[in-house]
């Protein structure tokens, strides 16, 4: 279907596509459970990755598109050795710029994020308990991500905490995770637990919207606030009366919210995902670096968007391992 008339990303239900998340490594300096494979995952030469200005060139094809938001990823972003140049070279685009990290690095890079404009940061802490971080991360950061991430609160950034919630490891903090937004103007977000290539991936460990709500209006009750939520939030939003921060289920497994998705992915080796889920990539980076028009390339990768989760349209289907499993680890998608 041609549709270089427009410079919309349709798909073909309708869908506009205005949100673009770039992973700029597959490399961490964490090791989370749920994310990377025990094992870690195969590190491959540099070459097969995009170049700084390779990253801008194809970034600004999108922003062409209609692409009114960008956020960075990984990875951990704020690892690779020219991150610092891609934030600023990214800011000049017209669009919104924002970034996921683990914290570590952040006060390394408070300067920049402000000089790029930078207002919205996310940060995953899936435990406020030291020993139970170092289990799931797999190392001992946890001191430094939570005094990055007062700091960051100090500097009056946005900031957004994810934690993936699962049964037997941390569920048991939700409500602590709730009472953190009591004195700290966050948003804190749970996040069900998703299958990808790897992470062992099984529902009985994962805990649904509905749980962890019954537990917040359990403990909370009339003091639970509903909140409204844009056209293309991800997360369902609540604050509790009179508390600073407020916290916000994504539901992806037991109420997927694609009917409104506006995302797209570019993966650190310059692959288009449609979709988190999906297995089939378009690699732009190969193209661009042909002399190819990225264009119809990005129009046909949007086109062909399914219209629920990769094409899992059923609980059974997204819970079959043989389809689910097809697709990267987490830590090579961006999360």
Known sequence: ??????????????????????????????????????????????????????????????????????????????????AKEVIEQLAKLPIELAIST???????????????????????LDSLQEGKTAAITRRNNF????????????EN?????????MKGLNDDEI?????????????????EFMPFNGNKWDWSKGLS??????????????????LQDKKN?????????????????????????????NRLRLTADGRMKNCLFSQSETDLLTAFRNGEDLRPLIFENVWKKKSTRGGMDTFEEFSDASLNQQNRSMIAIGG
């Not at 239900?13 to 459970?33: A, K, M």
């Not at 683990?102 to 995953?124: E, M, P, R, W, Y």
């Not at 001191?143 to 100090?154: D, E, F, G, M, V």
């Open 233 to 261: 939030d991800t997360a369902k939003s609540y604050k509790i009366e009179g508390y600073k921060g407020t916290f916000a289920v994504i539901s992806s497994v037991t109420n997927p919210f694609c009917d409104s998705c």
């Open 175 to 191: 409500l602590d995770f709730v009472q953190f937004t009591k004195e700290n103007p966050v948003h804190f977000r749970f996040i």
């Open 1 to 82: 279907m041609d549709h270089s008339s427009n410079n919309i990303l349709l798909d073909q239900f309708g869908r506009p596509h205005d949100y673009l998340r770039i992973s700029l490594t597959e490399r961490c300096n964490l090791r989370c459970t749920y994310c990377m494979p025990e094992e870690g995952i195969v590190l491959r030469p540099r070459a097969q990755f995009m170049k700084t200005d390779e990253v801008i060139a194809i970034a600004k094809t999108f922003v062409s598109l209609g692409i009114k938001k960008i956020r960075l990823t990984g990875g951990e972003p704020l690892v690779r050795n020219d």
């Open 102 to 124: 683990n914290g570590v690095l952040v006060d390394q890079f408070i300067d920049t994020f402000k000089k790029a404009g930078i207002h919205s940061i996310n940060v995953s």
């Open 143 to 154: 001191a430094a991500t939570l005094s990055n991430i007062h700091l960051l609160i100090k």
């Open 209 to 226: 919207y509905k749980e962890i709500m019954d537990l917040v209006n359990t403990d909370y009750g009339a003091k639970v606030q509903k």
């Open 157 to 165: 950034f946005h900031v957004k905490l994810n934690a993936v919630i």
